[in-house]
C-alpha cells in the first residue's frame, strides 16, 4: 500500500540564496574575522585618526608578543581586509579602500546590535522567559483589538519586541515599552481599516526619533491635545532622547515617558500628514497623505541654546501646521 505525500511547492534555490562562489568568498573573510582579538585589532585601526596602526601600536590592545600580533594581521591581510606598507623597520595597516564602507558598517552597526540583541536576552526586566510575556501581552491585545486577526497581534507584539531590542537604552521598560509601542500600532492598524470621521493625525519622523520628531511630536500635543493625533518615529532609531532634548521636554511639561521607535508602514498608512525632517526619502509615498519635510537643525549636534533655537524653528512650522489643520484652534503665544 502506497501513501501519497502532498509535495511542498518550491522555488530553485539558486534564484534566492547565495552563489557557492560567493559564499565560499565570503566564509573565508568572515573566518578570519571571527576571532575576538582581530576584530579588536580591526576597531582599533578603524578608529585611529590617521586611518593606520603600526604593529607596536596594535600590540597594545592586548597583553600579547608582537609576533602574534603580526601573525593575526597576516591572516586579515591574506583574505583582503588589510593592507600594509612597511616604513623602515615597521610594517603599518590599514583598511583596505575598498572595504572601508563595509568594516564600517560591521563595527558600528552589525557589532552593537549583536551586543544589543544579546543585552536584552538576558533581559534586565528579569524575566524568565519573555516569550510566554510577550503571549500574554498578545493575548491582551486580542481581546482589546476584536477587529483585528489574533496572529497579526502577536506577529505586532513580537515584531515591536524586536525592534525595540536592537535600540532601546532602557532595558528595564523594554516589555512595558514594546506593549506601548504594539497598541499603538494597533490603533494606526484599526484606524487604517476603519475609516471614520475622525481627529487628523500627524506623523513626525527624523533620523534617530531622538529629538526633532520628540519635539515636534511634544508640540502638538501641548497645543492641540487630543484634537490631533501624533505620532513621531525614526528611520534609525538612537537608543534614547538626548539629554539635551529631555530637559527641553521637560520643560514644557512632557510625562518623561517618550522613547525613540523605529517608522512603520502602519504609521504611515495612518497618518493624514507625514513630515520629515533630516531623513531623506524614508517614508513611502502613499495617495491621499499630505507630506512636508522641514529644514531644522539636528539638536544632537548643538549646545542648548542650538537646541533653544532649532526648538523655536520647529514651534514655528508646528503652529503653521497646526493653524491648516485645526484653523479655530486658538495658540499661545511663541514661546
Not at 512650522?317 to 489643520?325: D, E, M, Y
Request: aromatic residues 4%.
Amino acid at each position: 500500500m502506497t501513501t501519497s505525500r502532498e509535495e511542498c511547492p518550491t522555488s530553485p534555490a539558486e534564484a534566492h540564496s547565495m552563489s557557492l562562489d560567493a559564499a565560499t568568498q565570503v566564509s573565508a573573510v568572515l573566518r578570519a574575522l571571527a576571532e575576538p582579538l582581530r576584530l579588536r585589532m580591526l576597531s582599533f585601526i578603524a578608529t585611529e585618526p590617521t586611518g593606520e596602526a603600526c604593529v607596536c601600536d596594535i600590540a597594545t590592545v592586548a597583553d600579547v608578543a608582537q609576533p602574534t600580533v603580526s601573525h593575526h594581521l597576516k591572516v586579515l591581510k591574506c583574505v583582503g581586509v588589510l593592507v600594509s606598507e612597511r616604513r623602515g623597520t615597521w610594517v603599518y595597516y590599514r583598511i583596505a579602500p575598498d572595504l572601508r564602507g563595509a568594516v564600517s558598517t560591521l563595527l558600528d552597526a552589525f557589532a552593537p546590535a549583536v551586543l544589543e540583541i544579546a543585552q536584552a536576552t538576558r533581559s534586565s526586566d528579569g524575566l524568565s522567559d519573555v516569550d510566554a510575556v510577550l503571549a500574554r501581552i498578545a493575548g491582551q491585545l486580542a481581546a482589546r483589538f476584536g477587529n483585528i486577526d489574533s496572529a497579526l497581534v502577536t506577529a505586532t507584539v513580537r515584531e515591536s519586541y524586536t525592534a525595540l531590542a536592537r535600540s532601546a537604552g532602557v532595558r528595564a521598560h523594554l516589555v512595558a515599552t514594546a506593549e506601548r509601542f504594539a497598541r499603538q500600532r494597533l490603533e494606526d492598524i484599526t484606524r487604517t481599516s476603519q475609516p471614520s470621521v475622525k481627529a487628523p493625525q500627524v506623523l513626525f519622523v527624523c533620523v534617530a526619533n531622538a529629538g526633532r520628531s520628540q519635539i515636534a511630536a511634544e508640540l502638538v500635543r501641548q497645543y492641540a491635545g487630543d484634537a490631533v493625533i501624533v505620532r513621531s518615529a525614526g528611520s534609525a532609531p538612537a537608543s534614547d532622547i538626548h539629554p539635551g532634548v529631555r530637559t527641553v521636554l521637560a520643560a514644557m511639561g512632557s510625562s518623561g515617558d517618550a522613547y525613540p521607535k523605529p517608522l512603520t508602514d502602519d504609521a504611515v498608512r495612518a497618518a493624514d500628514v507625514v513630515v520629515t525632517m533630516g531623513c531623506g526619502d524614508t517614508c513611502p509615498i502613499l495617495p491621499g497623505i499630505r507630506y512636508e519635510d522641514w529644514v531644522v537643525g539636528d539638536p544632537a549636534l548643538a549646545s542648548h541654546d542650538g537646541v533653544m533655537a532649532i526648538t523655536a524653528q520647529i514651534d514655528a512650522h508646528v503652529r503653521t501646521l497646526l493653524t491648516s489643520l485645526l484653523p479655530d484652534l486658538e495658540l499661545p503665544d511663541p514661546r
